[in-house]
């Protein structure tokens, strides 16, 4: 391995110590900014550097992800302007984006300046599935033998976050609807654990050694199932399948399937769509009370931002009232959070990057079959921002982004070319 592919691959493999003593979120901006500091000193140096720390300059893509996440930082100062919060509110906030939204564009810059392999990063993720697989008896058994839900809270909330679960060490937690188990593993929450078993998933498809293949296909698909999120379980096969499917469509054979698909929906149509609407409706009353919920946040803030603040949005989240649960509004979906914080200015600032990265995995994947693991990771993530926030998710999902990075370098500078 090359240094950063160590130091990426090592971090990695100790994700779930890290969760054990609570550090998670402070080592992915450490290491977000650590690296990034290190690449941009290597482009600087040039070729006085030693060759395996060498980097070259940023693709496109790095480009359009740094100038729109910059123009989030203008979008929060113009917010905390509007609404006198104070230049202390800014500064913490200028923080929080320095943790959050930069690191979408400063672990595409790793990916992207680094000589780093694919396989390290899926191989890595393949340990903790085999990591995840050793602890699950522990996980399964703990609700049972009357073990508490949480462990503890680590010493690291001293140094800020969105809140205490996200330094908290948990074996279960209770699903309040029906009082059943749920498992978030490593993450704050289960449905964000079952986009980390997602891009497990993704990640593993492409290990070539069976055995790891294997453990992080089965770690990966653990943690969806245990997590009970219906968002997890349609990624599962749409983030799998779709970037195996896209290179067909330059097969003339793949046409002729596809006409006679149409040509049978003509006969069964409206069966189909039936069945569909059934199953739409079956996905959203599998947890009704969460659907509940989300539906209400996600309206309440869609009326406040089109009737309050449409361009620059209201600045940061507010408590939610008893019909959201008292959960904060802004919450529990990227775009309706964004438009309520930050209006249809830093909507359009995540909506570009986002466009672009799924559009260029698109066009790498028809061409170059190695590429269909960047689009896999980014359909997972446009997958989970209609039910998540993708910004306080940053710090635990930076492999999906250096992984985005390397195969957008690749596309310019193919494998071998120093």
């Known amino acids: ?70 123009g989030m930082l ?7 302007f509007n609404y006198d919060l104070g230049t202390g509110k800014t500064i913490k906030s200028s923080i929080g984006w320095a943790k959050g939204w930069a690191l979408f564009f400063i672990f595409i810059f790793i990916g992207a300046v680094f000589r780093i392999r694919p396989e390290v990063i899926c191989r890595g993720q393949c340990i903790i599935g085999l990591q995840t697989l050793i602890l699950l008896p522990l996980f399964i058994m703990a609700p049972k033998i009357g073990l508490p839900e949480k462990l503890f809270v680590s010493p690291f909330k001293a140094v800020g976050g969105p809140g205490p679960e996200y ?84 097969k003339s054979w793949a046409w002729f399937v596809l006409g006679g698909i149409a040509a049978a929906m003509a006969v069964i149509g409206d069966k189909t769509i039936t069945g569909l609407l059934d199953a739409k409706h079956a996905f959203r009353a599998a947890r009704a009370d969460s659907t509940r919920v989300r539906d209400a946040l996600q309206s309440i803030a869609g009326e406040r931002w089109r009737t309050e603040a449409p361009w620059f949005g209201h600045a940061t989240v507010e408590p939610g009232a008893h019909v959201t649960e008292y959960m904060l509004i802004g919450t529990h979906h990227t775009w309706f959070g964004l438009l309520f914080v930050k209006g249809a200015v830093g909507a359009a600032f995540f909506a570009i990057p986002m466009i672009w990265t799924l559009l260029s995995m698109m066009k790498l994947t028809i061409g170059r079959e190695e590429s269909r693991l960047g689009l896999g990771l980014i359909l997972a993530l446009w997958l989970f921002s209609f039910g998540e926030n993708m910004e306080v998710q940053i710090y635990i999902l930076w492999p999906a982004f250096v992984l985005i990075g390397t195969i957008a370098q690749r596309a310019v500078f193919p494998p071998g070319y120093r």
């Open 1 to 70: 391995m090359t240094p950063p592919e160590r130091i990426l691959y090592r971090t990695l493999t100790l994700t779930w110590a890290f969760y054990a003593i609570g550090a998670l979120y402070v080592v992915g901006p450490v290491l977000g900014w650590g690296l990034a500091g290190l690449a941009a000193t290597t482009i600087f140096l040039g070729p006085i550097i030693r060759e395996e720390w060498r980097g070259v300059a940023p693709p496109a893509i790095f480009w359009v992800w740094f100038l729109s996440m910059l």
């Open 167 to 250: 330094f908290s060490v948990y074996l279960y937690t209770i699903d309040p609807s029906n009082g059943a188990s749920r498992w978030q593993f490593y993450t704050p929450w289960s449905p964000f654990a079952a986009l980390v078993g997602v891009v497990m998933v993704v990640c593993a498809l492409e290990e070539r050694k069976r055995f790891w293949r294997n453990c992080g296909l089965l770690g990966g698909t653990a943690i969806i199932l245990m997590t009970k999120s219906r968002m997890g379980l349609m990624g599962l096969v749409i983030c799998t399948a779709s970037p195996r499917l896209l290179p067909l469509i330059v």
């Open 74 to 80: 203008v979008v929060l100062w113009i917010g905390h």
